[in-house]
């Protein structure tokens, strides 16, 4: 399995447009979590699925991030309007009841 | 949620010395603790895990230590490589096997 992936690596964009973070899960796992990373907050834990159902998502800042995941090989977290303080690292990471497997991460930035 | 603390946010070793990461946790009644490795530019990678039956468990080159009756954790790196330089993470996931992440601490080893 190639593991967590997550696309895009990069993202740039201006302040108010919508950004949409992908995710494919590794195969077979049933919980898949969405992590926020920056300097000043570390890991947040802003939601996460169980059998592509969203149980917690209490985590999330605003009501301008939502995350779907319309079966269990993708999930999305989109940020509607963004803004330059929700510029971080984001990752996406799936488990199977033991260990969280995390993908590479997106960097977002926003300007 | 789950509290994690880091005593030390940076560790400085010389390469072939021993390295010790410290964490607390809250939830006594947490039974699962996992160390995760975060690489620059990548995503956290699993370590470790020990369960709350156990006080000590070893891998290769990596030993944590589980102090149930003061809830600390400990990361043992033996024979400490540039490789090694990293940000270390205990998660201890609640229910579920949500892991809940602290600060990290920043291993830094010097040649």
């Known amino acids: 399995d190639a593991g967590v992936i997550q696309s895009p690596r990069h993202e740039v964009t201006e302040m108010g447009q919508e950004v949409t973070l992908r995710c494919k899960p590794i195969s077979g796992h049933d919980y898949l979590f969405w992590y926020r990373q920056t300097m000043m907050r570390g890991l947040e834990l802003l939601i996460y699925?169980?059998?592509?159902?969203?149980?917690?998502d209490s985590g999330m800042p605003e009501d301008r991030f939502s995350a779907k995941m319309p079966n269990a090989s993708f999930s999305t977290l989109k940020i509607q309007p963004s803004e330059p303080r929700d510029s971080a690292v984001y990752f996406c990471?799936?488990?199977?009841?033991?260990?969280?497997?995390f993908g590479q991460g997106t960097r977002l930035t926003v300007v | 949620g789950e509290s994690v603390g880091l005593h030390l946010p940076t560790l400085s070793v010389q390469e072939g010395d021993n390295s010790i990461i410290n964490c607390a946790y809250s939830n006594s009644a947490s039974d699962y603790f996992i160390w995760y490795k975060q690489e620059s530019g990548k995503g956290p990678q699993f370590i470790i895990d020990?369960?709350?039956?156990?006080d000590k468990r070893q891998g290769q080159r990596v030993t944590v230590l589980l102090n149930k009756t003061v809830k600390h954790l400990s990361l043992q790196i033996a024979a400490t490589q540039p490789g090694d330089s990293a940000v270390y993470f205990c998660?201890?996931?609640?229910?579920?096997?949500?892991?809940?992440f602290g600060r990290g601490t920043s291993l830094i080893v010097h040649p």
């Open positions: 020990i369960r709350s039956n156990m």
């Open positions: 699925f169980n059998n592509n159902v969203p149980i917690d």
């Open positions: 990471a799936s488990s199977m009841n033991s260990e969280a497997f």
């Open positions: 998660a201890v996931p609640g229910g579920s096997y949500i892991p809940t």
